[in-house]
Every structure is written in C-alpha cells, then in structure tokens.
C-alpha cells in the first residue's frame, strides 16, 4: 500500500542534543509537509516543500531545519532541541492538486 | 489570517446516540475543507474534502456538509470504535499561497 513512513516513532534526546527525524513517501506526492502538535493542540506548519521549492513558515524557530534530497525522502532538524520541542512531530505528502495532505503515523520527540 | 473554531471540544455519546460535530470557520479564497480522524498518538486520517457550499459526503456512519461559514460532521449510530479526535481544516489562498489552518478538534468518546 502507498503509504507515508516517519522514523523512529519514538525518539528521546538530551536538551541540546541534535536530532534528526525522517519522513518517507510511496505516494510520489510533489509536496511534503511538516508539522508540530503539542497535546490537544492543532498541528502546527513549520514548512513545506513543493518539490525542490522549500518554504519556510514566518514563525518556525530558525532551531529547525529541513532537507529534501529526492522526491521519496524529507528530514526534519532540530539543532538544539528545548524542553518546549517535546510534541509530536507530523509528516503529510500531497499532490498539487488536489491538495489533499495525507499524514504518517508520527514521531513522538521527548526532550530531557 | 484564517481561523477555524471547533465545537465541542468533547463530547460524550452513548452507543447508537447520533450527534454533529461543527467547524466554523473564516479564510481568505476557499480551496477546500478537510475532515481528519486522529486517534491518541498517531496521525490524522483523511475522511473527507468539501470544496463548495451546499457539497454532503458520506462514509459509513460519517456525513459531512458545507455551507459558507461552517461545516457539520454528522455522526449516525456511533460505535464505540468511532471514538477518536476528529480535526477540520481550511485549505484557505492568500497573496499567492496557499495554507491549511487546523481546528483543534473534537474529542469523541462513545460509551458501549
């Protein structure tokens, strides 16, 4: 099945310890998305890509970076995670149209 | 900037008991409106797109409908396995791009 993949699911780091997640895609969607959630919060777009294109929300700490080196896979970087990182980290793919987002199961970052 | 408002924020249901969910919501150029499922600690499920007002789709026990200023999530003789968040957003286009603002959801909880 087509399918959005994240890894790991779960992921533990030391305050200010780099971390990195991934994110990859079966569904050859142009655009992929990531998004915070904190509990019983909205996600959150930090940026998206449209193919090569990255695009950056005004509002996402300069703390995360994102890279995109093919059509298939998309990393999420955070350079010092804080204890207010700790949230659910989503990925979501779409096409350009329509622009459904179809998201992964997740990873869930906790910040000692 | 977009806003989406979600009414209740949870909601308690026997099994069988048939109830709406509602999303209101204020965007710049509608491209779409999205009805998600999340359940705890994973990521959210695409149900449905509704594009213009007056549009109804349906899924088993779920019906969604749009008119300009809100959207209902009908839910007919739930399941205790429907029991889950359920998540609208607006696919709104501004000054050339486009951005999918999130409710932050009903907590449906269905009582066998």
């Not at chain 1, 703390?63 to 955070?78: A, E, G, V």
């Not at chain 2, 008991?17 to 499922?37: A, I, K, M, P």
């Amino acid at each position: 099945d087509a399918m959005v993949i994240q890894n790991p699911r779960y992921q533990v780091t030391q305050f200010g310890k780099p971390v990195t997640l991934s994110c990859s895609q079966t569904l050859n969607h142009n655009v992929m998305y990531w998004y915070q959630q904190k509990s019983s919060q909205a996600p959150k777009l930090l940026f998206h890509y449209y193919d090569k294109d990255f695009n950056n929300e005004a509002d996402t700490p300069d703390n995360f970076q994102s890279r995109r080196p093919n059509t298939s896979f998309c990393f999420l970087d955070i350079r010092s995670p804080g204890l207010g990182d700790a949230a659910m980290y989503l990925c979501a793919t779409s096409r350009a149209r329509p622009r459904t987002q179809y998201f992964g199961p997740g990873t869930r970052l906790l910040v000692l | 900037e977009d806003q989406v408002t979600q009414s209740p924020e949870a909601l308690r249901l026997q099994e069988g008991e048939s109830s709406s969910l509602n999303c209101s919501y204020t965007v710049s150029g509608l491209r779409g409106l999205f009805w998600y499922r999340q359940d705890p600690g994973k990521g959210p499920e695409f149900l449905f797109t509704l594009y213009s007002a007056g549009e109804e789709k349906e899924k088993e026990r779920l019906k969604a409908t749009l008119t300009k200023k809100e959207s209902f999530l009908h839910i007919t003789a739930p399941k205790p396995e429907d029991s889950a968040t359920y998540l609208c957003a607006v696919l709104g286009y501004n000054f050339g791009n486009e951005k999918l603002t999130f409710g932050t959801g009903t907590r449906l909880t269905i009582i066998p």
